[in-house]
């Protein structure tokens, strides 16, 4: 083979449709969440910075849910359904009609394996210029019930399984992390030959390299450190990975020049993206798609997601940003505040115990506190719009749909119900009324009352 030239075209396969018994779940495998996202998302993510001329993700167990979750993350993936998980070969060979007109190579991935990096698999890619076959392979700390490389040199022999491997087999250190590069029709062809006479009785994709070098092709494994190749078969390794997820993404995030008191106490989706010199307090948790730029500040317990936050603005401590939370310039979100949905312009501030939902505020606007957007009615939802440098007095209810012009008003405790012309100050509320000495009378009477009953 030559090692020159561009790479040919790659298609990605992921293997999803496992049962995943070890989870203890009726959630689909692929769909339990790391860093905020699904399982799977992690393995189309890598797989998407391979620029693949096609995805195709391998389904069976919660084959519906997988499939949406797919159609969210990666739409232009193709899903193929595996009915009966008969192995990892069988597995791979769903793909082949998706894959039946696709001249270039083919790269096996698994759903429940989050941590390879696309790096590793530039590594697999180049290493397929000079072999067939190309299977991912790294030093075990604890072999176990992983796949053992039989290797001659730098070739790859066969793979065998833990299961089938004989007492000497099972002492090599070096492991099969399940990925497997080769060309596409090459290796749909050897999955022809694969057959079930093994201890597991299934179809093993890792009866390929063995059955290639048979025919005079050449295999080899490139390895990668243990950590990228873990995989997820329980609640407890999920938590593990989890852990090792959260300890790389703050070392990034610091690294980036992000500021935090306390890293350890932070956590961060696989999206999150967070500009310079932003400071994050501590115990501030992040869902998934939040962006914070550079220089704005999150101050402790609070609680992002969907949401974006412009340079300068400060937020909490104990705020929520929910979906569609857009944050302007120097605006300040403070404590107990909820925002969904809505525009906050540049400088405005909603500093105590508010919802805002499906609303715009506009520039230098003040919120008082408690002040909330009445956005449902009970069937749909309406929307608040609000001007520029408006004061909304404390404990205002602002029944949607309703609009507050540039520099109006409300009353403290006006339930708003009309739109608010610009400059107007809107009052909507009862009138007080002073009743001079009821106060002591009525205290004197109750008292009397509470005597006559113990006597
Ligand atoms: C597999 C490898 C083993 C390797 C290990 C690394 C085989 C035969 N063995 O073993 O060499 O060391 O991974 O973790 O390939 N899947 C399907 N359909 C099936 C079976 C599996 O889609 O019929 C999917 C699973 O959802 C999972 C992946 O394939 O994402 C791996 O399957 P799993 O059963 O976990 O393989 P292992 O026994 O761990
Ligand atoms: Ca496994």
């Not at 232009?76 to 595996?82: D, L, P, Y």
């Not at 995989?231 to 593990?240: K, M, Q, T």
């Not at 007080?432 to 002591?440: D, E, H, R, S, T």
């Amino acid at each position: 083979m030559s090692d020159t030239g561009t790479p040919p075209p790659i298609a990605v396969i992921v293997l999803a449709a496992g049962q995943g018994t070890r989870m203890n779940s009726d959630l689909p495998k692929p769909l339990h969440r790391l860093g905020g996202v699904p399982l799977i998302a992690h393995a189309l993510q890598a797989a998407s910075l391979l620029e693949p001329a096609r995805i195709v993700v391998v389904t069976g167990h919660g084959a519906d849910a997988v499939e949406a979750a797919v159609a969210d993350l990666a739409p232009w993936a193709v899903c193929v359904r595996q009915d009966q998980q008969l192995g990892t070969g069988h597995a791979v060979v769903q793909a082949a009609p998706a894959l039946a007109d696709f001249t270039g190579d083919v790269i096996v991935l698994y759903a429940d394996t989050p941590f390879v990096t696309a790096e590793t698999l530039f590594a697999m890619q180049a290493a397929r210029r000079r072999h067939d076959i190309v299977v991912l392979g790294f030093e075990a700390a604890d072999p176990g019930r992983y796949g053992r490389l039989i290797m001659a040199g730098d070739r790859l022999l066969r793979i065998v399984e833990a299961k089938d491997a004989t007492p000497e087999e099972q002492a090599t250190p070096l492991c099969n992390s399940g990925l497997m590069a080769a060309d596409a029709q090459v290796l749909m062809r050897l999955l022809g030959k694969v057959g079930t006479s093994n201890a597991a009785g299934e179809y093993y994709l890792t009866d390929v390299p063995g059955l290639g070098v048979a025919e005079g092709l050449t295999a080899t494994a490139i390895l990668c450190p243990e950590a990228q190749t873990l995989g997820i078969n329980s609640r407890a390794e999920l938590a593990l990975a989890e852990a090792a997820f959260q300890s790389a993404r703050r070392a990034e995030m610091l690294d980036n020049g992000v500021a935090m008191q306390a890293p350890e106490t932070v956590i961060f989706a696989q999206d999150t993206w967070v500009g310079r010199d932003a400071d994050i307090e501590p115990h501030v948790v992040f869902g998934p798609g939040v962006t914070v730029e550079s220089g704005a500040r999150i101050r402790a317990f609070t609680h992002l997601e969907g949401c974006h936050v412009s340079a300068g603005a400060v937020i909490g401590p104990y705020a929520r940003l929910r979906p569609g939370a857009e944050i302007g310039n120097d605006a300040r979100i403070g404590n107990f505040v909820e925002v969904k949905e809505a525009q906050i312009g540049e400088g405005a501030k909603v500093n105590h115990l508010s919802y805002i939902g499906d609303a715009d505020i506009g520039a230098a606007s003040n919120i008082g506190a408690g002040t909330i957007t009445c956005n449902y009615d009970g069937v749909m939802k309406h929307r608040t719009t609000i001007g520029r440098d408006v004061f909304v007095g404390s404990n205002t209810m602002l029944v949607a749909p309703v609009r507050l012009g540039d520099q109006s008003m409300t009353a403290s405790g006006s339930v708003i119900t009309e739109d608010v012309t610009p400059g107007a100050l809107a009052i909507g509320r009862a009138k007080q009324v002073n009743k001079p000495g009821l106060a002591i009378r009525l205290m004197d009477r109750l008292r009397a009352i509470k005597a006559s009953k113990k006597g």
